[in-house]
Nanobody, 115 residues
Framework: VRLVESGGGLVQPGGSLRLSCAASGFSIGSYDMSWYRQAPGKERELVAPITSGGGRPNYADSVKGRFTMSRDNAKNTMYLQMNRLKPEDTAVYYC?????????WGQGTQVTVSS
């Protein structure tokens, strides 16, 4: 089970980024998938989880209305579209896949929102 995030970078406030999480060794359609982030000096925060059954992701209040999580089961890839970015969105973003007893994390991708 392997996850690789990409798409991070430096963006100005109000800008957009799309993160990708490419999975290998398993099918993301059969796992609960989620995005987390960790800012310097802070605990890791759950941003958007979605169960294997589908349905609407349960976004954190801090990103609701700005971030959209999706997944393409055919490409075995999950995405996080981030719009109207704020400096407080600066963090390392991680994707996670869980299905008992497996629990896999990607290596993270840095997102920096700054002018």
């Amino acid at each position: 089970v392997r996850l690789v995030e990409s798409g991070g970078g430096l963006v100005q406030p109000g800008g957009s980024l799309r993160l990708s999480c490419a999975a290998s060794g398993f099918s993301i359609g059969s796992y609960d998938m989620s995005w987390y982030r960790q800012a310097p000096g802070k605990e890791r925060e759950l941003v958007a989880p979605i169960t294997s059954g589908g349905g609407r992701p349960n976004y954190a209040d801090s990103v609701k209305g700005r971030f959209t999580m999706s997944r393409d089961n055919a490409k075995n890839t999950m995405y996080l579209q981030m719009n109207r970015l704020k400096p407080e969105d600066t963090a390392v973003y991680y994707c996670r896949a869980t299905r008992w007893p497996n629990d896999a994390w990607g290596q993270g991708t840095q997102v920096t929102v700054s002018s």
